[in-house]
């Protein structure tokens, strides 16, 4: 059998920033910019004071920041937190192949550490691509039969990317970073039957945590399995069916899982985004008001209708499962982001009343990320639209504009308009900050972000 | 579908003291005296300051005893390293029809949060058989296929228990209980690929953090899936074969698991106690010295060559996995605790010269807690002795005389023997105890432990 888990130890240990590609090192950038600004605009939601509360009883030291918020726990409260924020709104990045989602179990725990440790903002990139690296690969070995049986990927393989991560940042030997892949392997997190409720986004704040714990008491000596990934009963022979152990070290380093790594340009689910960018091509083109449509049809893949069927609705989050919300969104808005899923805006009557007159038809000729609209007005006129690639699949990525544009709307009112210049320009040369305070001073909020 | 995990949670809320049979009650302080000993007896084993350094670095609040040191941690990391110690020496309580050990995950969660909140010994007890009621069930439920799939059955299934003991000691209602289970079963921790490692202790220490966890945050009012266990994508469906639902809710009350629940008598593999008991009892007769010895012929249950059939090491975990080794010392020192599993011990000339005169012959037809040993003596002569049921079995339970001799050996000299007489005295009449503070106090080491 071959030495799996030992040859990416080795892998980590010996692979520096100096050769990791210059479009790993960029992508990686903006994988920081989509993720930090989810997980600020997160930072107020209900399940984050649950948890901060549990963090008080524990009489946490504040050691690490909690984005978008003035607490600060100890850094395996923050790991969690962070880790929390940044998927409660399910518009974190996503390797679609495996639809891991990279950032939020590493970004975390890396980020909490360097904040309390003072590592640079060159250590933060290698540790994350590395960790990524880790998790991307493990995620495609195992997939699509541990997905399939259950685990919340995310949660599941993104300890380990954690404690990957975390371990080169605390430089840590060859065999301590085995170790460390064991611990974090042995406590897996993630069930699928948890989407739907705060336990989601709990799963990658706690792989944060756990990965972050696992490094850390490796880092002191403490043992674990060499062969904790491809041993009989290690983590991918226990988790999943199958067993393409190849696929974690063949040619390592020439090429990099992150450089495929996706944003969503809307708040809802991926189906839903072709008819969301066709809706926004059509109101940019002719600005029409609602009162001028008769009807709206959408023409989509199956799965649309399947997942996003939902015609009755109280919540925002159901809003989400609703492609005739979406679309009423994005004709309503021009956007589709989390103020255009609020309990409030879906049961508002104008949005309501557009929604009724949305109609959604099925087609098995076209693509998941394909769309055709048709908008009849009351005056008689047909305007058509079809979308060929929806913005922020593989074909059609999100420009560093459209992130930009995402971060400032996503985080809201939480942190001062200068203080998101600031940081967007902080992010794009992240390699060069040496001091990373001021990094994560800006991302303190308001006097009044509390309140949202 | 039966809405089992509803069940459950209404099944710990409506379940109080006074309902819980005085034999559950009885075997829950001798499940406590056993646990307690061996985890005092391993409280500076060289893997927990590992871990403290880890809660040092955290800057851990002092919440909550290490037992048998003088450290206090946060509830979360004492719970944690206190499940670990229990384990280490692989010398805590066992429910044998599932190979599960009880209390390593729930006693540390229910006693950190005892000792900082001043709960009472009755709300510890009712508390622990409630959590051990849950998941010994749970463990029915899934065993044997969970197990033979690759789980520590102990931390994957004990995180559950200990979020069902939290969630009766924090009175949480019937709702926030089914979430505590939730948000612990999310959250399994222990591939068996980690035995021989410290990563095994690490499991049971894991799962009482992490089902602490879960009932802290469940209390908050963070919500979860109410069918965790049951549904589609639940922890039964996810992690085994079987679906024996029924075992979860049917009779409860009218029997506890905790009833059942088995104290090994010696610190190595189960399979090799017979022997250790037949050895004791020649030397009780007979009283030889090694030198007088030609030749010991073991026969015994196949599995006895299987598991414990090592002839060549170097290291006192290793002689645990050795009958030869064990027969060695109940002949020498008429036990096998953890004295006599240490790297010195193993390696005595003295030990090495025994060790050299037993032999194993396997038979079939003898069960696994028989074994028949012979002894033939320089002189000629030769004594035999028939086990028919080891101590400890089923059939022979260790007697609380017998328990209480193991607590004082595994406590060896970390605790003062006065300590050790008044822990006795307050374990057998727990219930009757307001304040738990005099309880820990016992608990702490005496001056020298710390060079143990």
């Known amino acids: 059998m071959k030495m799996v888990t030992s040859q990416i130890a080795r892998n980590i240990n010996h692979t520096n920033f100096g050769q990791i590609s210059r479009s790993a090192v960029y992508e990686a950038k903006r994988s920081l910019l989509n993720w930090l600004g989810v997980a600020i605009g997160a930072a107020y939601h209900d399940s984050m004071d649950k948890v901060l509360n549990v963090s008080r009883l524990m009489e946490s030291s504040p050691q690490a920041s909690i984005l978008g918020r003035n607490?600060?726990?100890?850094?395996?409260?923050?790991?969690?937190?962070?880790?929390?924020?940044?998927?409660?709104?399910?518009?974190?990045?996503?390797l679609l192949e495996t639809v891991l989602h990279p950032s939020s179990p590493v970004f975390p725990a890396v980020l909490a550490y360097s904040q309390y440790k003072k590592k640079t903002g060159k250590e933060v990139l290698e540790a994350f691509i590395l960790g990524c690296e880790v998790q991307a690969r493990l995620a495609l070995?195992?997939?699509?039969?541990?997905?399939?049986?259950?685990?919340?990927?995310?949660?599941s393989v993104g300890g380990i990317g954690a404690a990957a991560a975390m371990s080169k940042l605390l430089g840590l030997d060859e065999e301590k970073?085995?170790?460390?892949?064991?611990?974090a392997?042995?406590?897996?997190?993630g069930l699928r039957e948890m989407f739907g409720t705060m336990t989601k986004p709990y799963h990658p704040g706690k792989a944060a945590m756990n990965g972050m714990l696992a490094a850390f008491i490796a880092g002191e000596g403490f043992t674990s399995s060499k062969?904790?990934?491809e041993a009989e009963r290690g983590f991918i022979n226990v988790l999943s069916e199958?067993?393409?152990?190849?696929?974690?070290?063949?040619?390592?380093?020439?090429?990099?899982?992150?450089?495929?790594?996706?944003?969503?340009?809307?708040?809802?689910?991926?189906?839903?985004?072709?008819?969301?960018?066709?809706?926004?091509?059509?109101?940019?083109?002719?600005?029409?008001?609602?009162?001028?449509?008769?009807?709206?049809?959408v023409t989509g893949h199956p799965l649309v209708k399947e997942l996003t069927g939902k015609t009755d609705f109280k919540t925002g989050l159901e809003g989400k499962f609703s492609v005739y919300h979406c679309v009423a969104a994005g004709f309503l808005h021009l956007k589709a982001g989390v103020n255009e899923f609020t309990d409030d805006f879906v049961n508002n009557p104008k949005v309501k009343a557009l929604r009724s007159k949305i109609h959604l038809t099925i087609d098995e000729s076209i693509k998941e990320d394909q769309v055709r609209l048709t908008v009849k007005l009351t005056d008689g006129r047909e305007l058509s639209h079809y979308v060929e690639h929806?913005?922020?699949s593989m074909d059609l990525p999100m420009t560093?504009?459209?992130?930009?544009?995402?971060?400032?709307?996503?985080?809201?009112?939480?942190i001062r308009e200068e203080a998101k210049e600031l940081l967007i320009d902080q992010v794009y040369r992240l390699e060069e900050i040496e001091d990373l305070e001021g990094f994560f001073q800006l991302c303190t909020p308001v006097e009044s972000a509390s309140r949202i």
């Open 177 to 183: 970073t085995s170790f460390a892949i064991g611990i």
């Open 242 to 297: 199958e067993t393409k152990m190849e696929l974690l070290t063949d040619s390592w380093g020439d090429k990099w899982e992150i450089e495929k790594n996706s944003y969503k340009p809307f708040a809802s689910g991926i189906v839903t985004h072709p008819a969301i960018d066709g809706i926004i091509a059509i109101q940019k083109a002719h600005n029409l008001k609602a009162e001028e449509v008769e009807e709206i049809q």
């Open 227 to 229: 062969q904790a990934l």
């Open 185 to 189: 392997a042995t406590d897996p997190t």
């Open 141 to 155: 070995a195992v997939y699509p039969s541990h997905y399939w049986r259950g685990w919340h990927i995310t949660g």
């Open 390 to 392: 929806a913005t922020g």
């Open 71 to 94: 607490e600060k726990t100890d850094m395996l409260f923050a790991a969690l937190l962070n880790g929390m924020s940044s998927h409660i709104y399910d518009f974190d990045d996503t």
């Open 400 to 414: 560093d504009q459209q992130l930009i544009e995402k971060f400032k709307d996503v985080t809201g009112n939480i």
